[in-house]
């Protein structure tokens, strides 16, 4: 058994509510990390959701706030995909109360929503959420209800009324996670989370659709110096045994500076400002962002490269070098995320949503040692089959005889 097993204990708990936990008896700094899972709602609801959350836990851990900051601790909130979510770095003696804090801050919003204009206002000067870009690929891919959160949200405030009907359908048992990594034993969490173990037990209706598998294009008028040029794939999802093949794809593909799209796009032409891989589950399944920031000019050139690199992994797969790299990262990623408390508190909760359970290490070891070059290539085929691009190109608006293509 390595030191990793020893020290880690993972336990799960489920809340009569239906709120699921686990925790993670380890030394260290502790890690706590609350998400909801919100249903589909009005352009900017579910980011409002998380600004008051965060203001009403910050005031209820006020009290104790100095200690978290003077050994270092953290709290930050995020709203991204279809998952709210509060986290924080603490030391373990502080950890507990923060938790708390977090989840009575959740479990008294349905009843009393504050004043929102303020906070409303602050939210719409972080301006529009990634993009028309995004928007166009998930709205041809999932739907109008999935696209709708990465709509600029309008100038006037929520009617109080209606949200309020709204958190009320967001804040049920069985939307709920919550991971704790370094945890002192079950009964401090289980007495932490109490708040959240009245809350209405009923489901509330699922957010986006698991990734359908419509292939298309469109061309957006862009602006400014930079095109984009917009990739939308479905992956296989955690539950999947090509998951990790997946993984290993993704990085091959275009995920760090040894990357194929790194390579041709950035480091060999210069041609982009910025490039990034990204993976995004929802409800079990997953999506593949390629997303490429070229120069104005280079634009249709960036996009049929993204092509050209593509099919070339499709077709003929990784090398074995590239495979061989890919498991190195991957290991070398699981012992960081297991290092760091903050990041194994995420992918706790995240594959407690994905899976209704945590993966053991020796399940994820085993499936990174089982990646083939074979299963990358029919990952990446797969995915370049039913992808959607979105390319925004400058030119368009100082060119308007160009046609779009939708």
């Known amino acids: 058994m390595d030191r990793e097993a020893k020290v880690s204990r993972v336990q799960s708990l489920c809340l009569g509510s239906g709120a699921r936990l686990v925790f993670d008896r380890r030394p260290g700094i502790a890690a706590v990390r609350v998400a909801l899972s919100p249903p589909p709602g009005p352009p900017g609801w579910a980011h409002l959701l998380e600004h008051l959350w965060f203001g009403r836990a910050a005031e209820a851990a006020a009290g104790f ?10 709290a930050r909130a995020e709203t991204g995909g279809d998952t709210i979510a509060l986290e924080a770095l603490a030391p373990v003696t502080a950890a507990p109360r923060l938790l708390h804090a977090f989840a009575r801050a959740l479990a008294g919003l349905p009843h009393a929503v504050p004043p929102i204009a303020r906070e409303w206002d602050l939210l719409r000067l972080e301006g529009p ?4 870009a995004e928007r166009r690929a998930l709205q041809a891919v999932l739907g109008p209800a999935a696209a709708a959160a990465l ?12 949200f309020a009907h709204y958190v009320a359908r967001c804040v049920r048992g069985p939307a709920i996670r919550v991971a704790f990594a370094g945890a002192p034993d079950a009964a ?34 862009g602006a400014g110096p930079l095109g984009r040029v917009l990739w939308l794939m479905p992956a296989p999802g955690p539950a999947d045994p090509d998951y990790w093949a997946a993984l290993a794809a993704d990085h ?22 910025a490039l990034a891989s990204r993976r995004e589950t929802r409800d079990g399944s997953a999506l593949w962002w390629i997303d490429a920031h070229p120069r104005a000019d280079r634009v249709t050139a960036c996009a049929a490269r993204i092509e050209r690199e593509i099919a070339a992994l499709a077709e003929a797969g990784p090398g074995a070098d590239e495979v061989e790299l890919a498991r190195a990262y991957l290991h070398a990623r699981l012992h960081l995320e297991n290092a760091h408390p903050a990041a194994r508190a995420r992918r706790m909760e995240s594959e407690l949503r994905a899976l209704g359970a945590v993966r053991t290490d020796a399940r994820h070891r085993a499936g990174i040692d089982a990646i083939s070059a074979d299963r990358v290539r029919a990952v990446v085929a797969a995915a370049r089959d039913c992808r959607y691009e979105v390319i925004e190109d400058p030119f368009m608006a100082s060119s308007p005889g160009r046609r779009r293509s939708l």
């Open 188 to 221: 401090t969490v289980r007495a932490a989370c109490a708040p959240l173990a009245d809350l209405p037990a009923a489901a509330s209706p699922s957010g986006a659709p698991p990734p359908g598998a419509r292939a298309g294009r469109s061309r957006l008028a």
């Open 129 to 132: 959420a990634a993009a028309r």
């Open 65 to 74: 706030g100095v200690e978290i900051e003077a050994a270092g601790g953290e």
């Open 151 to 162: 709509a600029p949200p309008p100038a006037r405030a929520p009617d109080p009324t209606a």
């Open 252 to 273: 091959v593909l275009g995920g760090g500076l040894s990357s194929r799209l790194y390579r041709a796009l950035r480091s060999e032409t210069g041609w982009c400002y």
